[in-house]
């Protein structure tokens, strides 16, 4: 009698192995995602800075080179991410030179008469000159509360 057995189907090593491969898979991808969105948020920042430099200018034009307020820049922004908050954006009229500028997360703050200096120790950014120029100062998220400037 010859008797032949013909047995299809996965061995529990060939499953296991998948299933090995798949976890380290997922793995690798919920750890690069929160990376990924964080850098998405501040590259957002940076953007709302760009908008928030472009209403200072826009109200100093329209308004015959009046710096604006907090309250009369509202209405300037639409453009904004919701990584910023427009509540929290405040103008600093009364730098100095040296002073120490580091708005709170998905704050902004704008600084008149001054241009962007270089960081202190953590990574906050420093008012330098005294022009007729202004910067805009917000938090990012990555780079251990690295601070982000833009004179305009």
Known sequence: MNVTQNNKGFT???????????????????????ALQRNQRDTARKNDVSVIASAVSSYSSNNRGTFPTA???????????DNTNKASITVNITATTGQKI????????????????????????????TTRQFSVVTKLESGNGQYFCQTS
Do not use: H, W
């Open 12 to 34: 529990i090593i060939e499953v296991v192995l998948v299933l090995a491969i798949a976890g380290l898979i997922f793995l690798m991808v919920f750890i690069a995602l929160p």
């Open 102 to 129: 580091s708005p709170a997360d998905a704050a902004v703050t704008i600084v008149k008469g001054k241009t962007c200096g270089s960081t202190d120790s953590t990574g906050a950014v420093m008012a330098a000159g």
């Open 71 to 81: 309250t009369n820049l509202s209405t300037y922004l639409n453009d904004l991410s």
